[in-house]
């Protein structure tokens, strides 16, 4: 390459003639667009400082210079992430937001709001500056296009596009609650609802993808956008609604997808219809276009299904299966692109697994299709994916599909799918790990015949390793599926799972310092460990000590207002032990105080599940198979502390179950 005259280029941005360098950075902006080589060459040549320093300069004689200089930059920032990073570390970031200041020149604020469009493409990129001194502010009224003055059509057109602009900036800039907060503060959702209304096919997609990521996961701000009034006083999702049967399949898609985010923010409950009937076909129908639009479809249908067993049914009902199980069996895999760590059929593939996934979480009706369409060799063989995505959306299918004992019996196992599930414990990926893990809740529970061939890869010592990880989700679906695994088995099953894990850790876990979740798992293992036999119970007592047993015991049933489900599982771990032997029983009898009349208040829970499991701890301790004079005072000594008389004033109690238990409970007081 002769580098001859782009050298000479960058040496006249130093000219002190503003006709020099304008001419230098339009020599440069056609060189670099759309070539990485040149973006490259002129990076190494260090054209990045200057381009800053022309942006932070305060001499406004000649504007052109700044605009051209903003759009070279935009232009390497096209170029990928780490354009993106030498463009941040140079520090353009701060003046090109400078530049989007209303008082600047339109040209330079559309260009400004183009680069900061294309930076913060980039998933790495810092987004902290736009919420600092006055730049959301700036951005938020550049939302409105009238804010630039236009005086023409051209001018007019040109404010629009520059709104798109900030609209999809502001879109790329709410990843976290906070900042969803900070834009919502600044007056964003009254600009983005009148952008719905402009006219520009364009703006108005920007401003409904700005609007679906302002309210996802966010009841509040869902509940704020449906109550934002247009200029027009149109409702908002009426608007939608509208733009939902434009003749562009971007325009309903991202219209699609805003009702979505309004429907799982629980916004719009009384459009229930609308969401079944229109929303759910179009994204189906969508299914049938090429590109991008294809691609998003499967990711925003998979996110409006999930945990709603009626949309399942519905999106079975409209054909979906087959058209998602076409694009996993038959979507050619391509190389990565732009920002994007897989190509575009590797995004459809994984985006169509996720649907699957989806579909068949909840219903048998699901799992059936999925399984009729003969695609699950396929999800076992995109276990072995070179994209992670596409690696644990496969096994997200297979806990989908793990779901029916008959599958897991059957077509599951036919596949052979535990070894290569096994495999994917050691990814390199958490995520991938997190959601084998997942998988495999369902593969080591009793009735499943792929549990044996899991302990016999390792799987006990894999999951005690990821019990240790400091990543909270991988260590609560490692312990959920020990949890699993010693669930109603053979006490040889559950000492050699001790052996590996040790009782140690398991009250380590008991107490974990990050996850609740992670807490109350360990406490289901404990339940399990000490579940069905007395020699069970016995090999707890052993493992962790009578008093060490009971001082957890004792402190989770502190845990009144705090868990409800930290409760259940401490009282079921209570139960278990007073179904055992009388020296189980006589553990908790000799902690009045602490253990006995806590679960008498628990008795009166709000809770009906936990009123039900603290009678039937009491069943337990009342249970005798013989008069002796220990099973007597145990009883006599329930009495004075007043169970029997809280008993009597539950047998009207709201819950069947609990009034069914009572029935047992005074059956049993009244034979002694």
Known sequence: MNSLKHNQAVDELNSSDPAVRVKALRFIKNNIIGNR????????????????????????????????????????????????????????????????????????????????KAIYKCPTADKN?????????????????????????????????????????????????EQQIQIANAGAFPALVNLLTCGFSKAQEAALDALAYLCRENPEFGKAIVETKSETSDSPVKIMLNLIQDKSSTMRL?????????????????????ITLIVLP????????????????????????RDNEELQKAACDSDAVPKLADFVTHVVDQESSYYDPVGDGDKLK?????????????????????????????????????????????CQCTRSLSRSINILRTSLVDAGVATPLFKLLSDDSTDVQA?????LCNLVLDFSPMKKTIMELGGIEKLVELVRSPDNTLRLNAIWALKNLVYQAESDVKETVMKVL??????????????????????????????TKPIDIEEVFKGLSENKLMSIIENKLCWWNENEEIIKQVLYVINNIASGYERHKTAIMNRPTTILTRILKYMGHDNPEIRVIAVWVLINLLWTEDKSASSQVRVQKLRDLGFEDKVK????????????????????????
């Open 350 to 394: 994984e985006n169509a697994l996720m649907a699957l996934a989806a579909i068949s979480s909840l219903t048998d009706d699901g799992r059936k299709l999925v399984v009729e369409a003969k695609i699950i060799p396929h999800i076992v063989a995109a276990m072995s994916h070179r994209s992670y995505g596409i690696r644990a959306a496969a």
């Open 254 to 274: 991202i219209a699609a997808k805003c009702l979505t985010h309004l429907s799982r923010a629980n916004a719009i409950g009384e459009y229930s219809n609308d």
């Open 435 to 439: 959601t084998a893990c997942a998988t």
């Open 129 to 177: 500056d736009i919420f600092a001194d006055h730049h959301l502010r700036d951005l938020i009224a550049l939302l409105n296009p009238d804010s630039l003055h236009p005086k023409t059509e051209r001018e007019r057109i040109a404010s629009v596009h520059t709104a798109e602009l900030a609209a999809t900036i502001i879109a790329r800039c709410c990843d976290t609650n």
């Open 649 to 672: 004033s539950m047998t009207n109690d709201e819950n069947l179950d609990v009034r069914e238990r009572v029935k047992t409970v005074l059956n049993q007081f009244s034979q002694v």
């Open 37 to 116: 080589t040149k973006k490259d060459l002129y990076i190494q040549l260090n054209v990045i400082p200057k381009l800053v320093k022309f942006l932070k300069s305060k001499d406004t004689a000649d504007s052109q210079v700044q605009i051209q200089a903003a759009i070279v930059l935009g232009s390497f920032a096209y170029g990928g992430e780490e354009n993106v990073t030498e463009i941040a570390k140079h520090g353009a970031i701060k003046p090109l937001l400078e530049c989007i200041s209303l008082q600047n020149d339109p040209r330079l604020i559309e260009a400004a709001a183009r680069a900061l």
């Open 502 to 531: 040790t009782y140690q850790t398991m009250e380590t876990l008991i107490s974990d310092q990050e996850s609740v979740e992670v807490q109350e798992q360990a406490l289901n293992l404990l339940r399990n460990l000490a579940c």
């Open 282 to 305: 179009t994204l189906v129908k969508l299914l049938d276009e090429k590109g991008p639009v294809r691609e998003e479809a499967p990711h925003v249908l998979a996110y409006l299904i």
